[in-house]
C-alpha cells in the first residue's frame, strides 16, 4: 500500500489551546502532518510549541494567502486569541483565496455565576467611562495594547498586570506594573487584589478555562469590569482541541481517539 501523503497544518496561535493543539497534533499524526505554529512575535519569549514555528506577521491577508501558497499548507486552524479580531479575519479571508480549509478553534463564553458583580462594557472606552463610579484603585489585566484607553483615568491609581515588561512606557498617570505569566492560582490571585488593595478589576471576556481572577474577586465581592469579546469570523468552528483533532482526523482520512 503506498504510503498516505504527507500535509502540512498551520496553527495560528497564541494562546494555550493552540500549544494544546499543536501537542495532541504532533503525537497523533505526526508521521503524516507537519505541524508549524504561527506566533506574532508580540512576547520575547513565548511558551514553548511542539512542532516547527515561524513568528511575525503575514503582511496582511494578501501576505497570509500567498505564505499558505507558498508553505503548501493544506489545512488552517485559527486557534488565536478571541480578542485577535485582525488575524482572524486575514485567516478567514486568506483561506479562501488560498482554498485551504480553515477551521476556528474558538472558546466556550464564561457566563456570570452567582456572587459575581460584572459590569458589562462593549469595548475598552467604556470599560473606562465605568471606573471612577467603582472605585480608585483599579486592577487591568487586558495586556498590554489597548491601555490607552484607560490614559484619561487621571485620578484612578492602576496596577497594570502583563506578562513582560512593556517596551514603551505605560500611557497611564499612576500605574504600578506586575509581571507575571498566567495562569496564576487563586491564593495568588486573593493576595494580589487583597495586598494591593484593589477595589475594581477590567478583564476582557475570553472565554475559555475560567481564570481564577474571577472567582478571587467574587471572594472579595469586587466589581469586575468584563469587556465584550468581538463577534468570531463566520465559518466552521468547533469549541474544543478534541473537536478540532477529529476535524484534522477527517481532513486527513484517519481515525482519531477522541477523549471526552
Ligand atoms: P490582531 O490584532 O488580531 O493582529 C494584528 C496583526 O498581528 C495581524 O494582522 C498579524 O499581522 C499579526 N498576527 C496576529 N496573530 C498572529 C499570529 N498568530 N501569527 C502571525 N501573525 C499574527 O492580534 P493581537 O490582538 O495583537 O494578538 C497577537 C497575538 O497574541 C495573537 O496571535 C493572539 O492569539 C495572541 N494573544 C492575543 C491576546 C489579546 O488579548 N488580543 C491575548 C492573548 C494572546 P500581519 O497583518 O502582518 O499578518
Not at 480553515?102 to 466556550?108: D, E, G, I, S
Not at 470599560?127 to 484619561?152: E, K, N, Y
Not at 517596551?167 to 504600578?176: D, F, G, I, K, M
Request: charged share 20%; proline share 8%.
Amino acid at each position: 500500500m503506498p504510503a498516505p501523503e504527507r500535509r502540512t497544518l498551520l496553527i495560528l496561535g497564541g494562546t494555550a489551546e493552540a500549544a494544546q493543539l499543536a501537542r495532541a497534533a504532533v503525537a497523533e499524526f505526526g508521521p503524516n502532518l507537519t505541524v508549524i505554529t504561527s506566533l506574532a512575535g508580540r512576547t520575547s519569549s513565548p511558551a514553548p510549541v511542539a512542532g516547527a514555528k515561524r513568528r511575525g506577521g503575514f503582511g496582511g491577508a494578501e501576505g497570509l494567502a500567498a505564505y499558505l501558497r507558498e508553505a503548501a499548507i493544506d489545512l488552517v486552524i485559527d486557534a488565536t486569541h478571541p480578542f485577535a479580531a485582525q488575524i482572524s479575519r486575514h485567516a478567514r479571508l486568506a483561506a479562501a483565496a488560498a482554498n485551504a480549509p480553515r477551521l476556528a478553534l474558538l472558546r466556550p463564553p464564561w457566563r456570570q455565576e452567582a456572587g459575581d458583580r460584572w459590569i458589562e462594557a462593549p469595548d475598552l472606552e467604556e470599560a473606562a467611562r465605568a471606573l471612577p463610579a467603582l472605585g480608585r484603585r483599579v486592577l487591568l489585566t487586558i495586556g498590554a495594547r489597548g491601555l490607552d484607553a484607560f490614559a484619561g483615568c487621571e485620578d484612578i491609581a492602576f496596577v497594570v498586570r502583563l506578562i513582560e515588561a512593556p517596551r514603551a512606557a505605560l500611557p497611564l498617570r499612576h500605574a504600578e506594573l506586575v509581571i507575571g505569566r498566567p495562569p496564576f492560582t487563586l491564593d495568588e490571585e486573593r493576595q494580589l487584589l487583597h495586598g494591593r488593595a484593589i477595589a475594581c478589576l477590567v478583564a476582557k471576556a475570553s472565554g475559555g478555562a475560567r481564570p481564577a481572577k474571577l472567582a478571587a474577586a467574587r471572594e472579595l465581592g469586587l466589581p469586575v469590569v468584563m469587556v465584550a469579546c468581538p463577534p468570531p469570523e463566520p465559518g466552521e468552528s468547533v469549541a474544543s482541541v478534541a473537536a478540532a483533532m477529529a476535524w484534522i482526523a477527517a481532513r486527513l482520512g484517519t481515525a482519531v481517539v477522541v477523549e471526552r
